[in-house]
């Protein structure tokens, strides 16, 4: 794969690093709007980029914690084109969580699964509430 010229991939990431200080001071807005910027600098097709992945999947992970369930999907889909995602547990596990919450459940099994044969339980306990994400896979008999 092609490395993106040094200026571009300068640029990309300070945009990047602008969504991530927005995301961590909890406004997923501006830090969606800083990562869609560096993604319309991704030259086309866009999606051959490892920078696909991890913005769209940032972008996901934003309107996740906005309650965006819908629009957290889409991006999470979108990610899932992209460099090195199929094998990245924290896509699966957040797309499984977005899909449960707009009651495509097997769709979220399938994604929670994937997730969880990537990482294990880890995944599960990276963050609050992950062991109820995990009872849904055991109470599917998915895992034990």
Request: hydrophobic share 45%.
């Amino acid at each position: 794969m092609n490395s993106l010229p040094d200026a571009l991939h300068q640029r990309i990431e300070v945009l990047s690093e602008q969504g991530n200080q927005h995301f961590d001071a909890g406004r997923q807005a501006a830090a969606i709007s800083a990562w869609q910027a560096a993604l319309e600098l991704l030259p086309p097709p866009a999606v051959q980029w490892e920078a696909w992945t991890w913005l769209q999947t940032a972008i996901g992970d934003a309107y996740f914690q906005l309650g965006n369930f819908a629009a957290a999907r889409a991006a999470l889909l979108d990610a899932l084109n992209g460099p090195g995602a199929q094998e990245n547990p924290f896509v699966h596990y957040r797309l499984g969580q977005a899909s449960s919450r707009l009651g495509q459940e097997a769709d979220a099994r399938e994604h929670l699964l994937r997730a969880y044969m990537l990482d294990g339980e880890d995944i599960f306990h990276a963050e609050p509430g992950g062991e109820g994400w995990l009872g849904l896979l055991r109470q599917a008999g998915l895992v034990d």
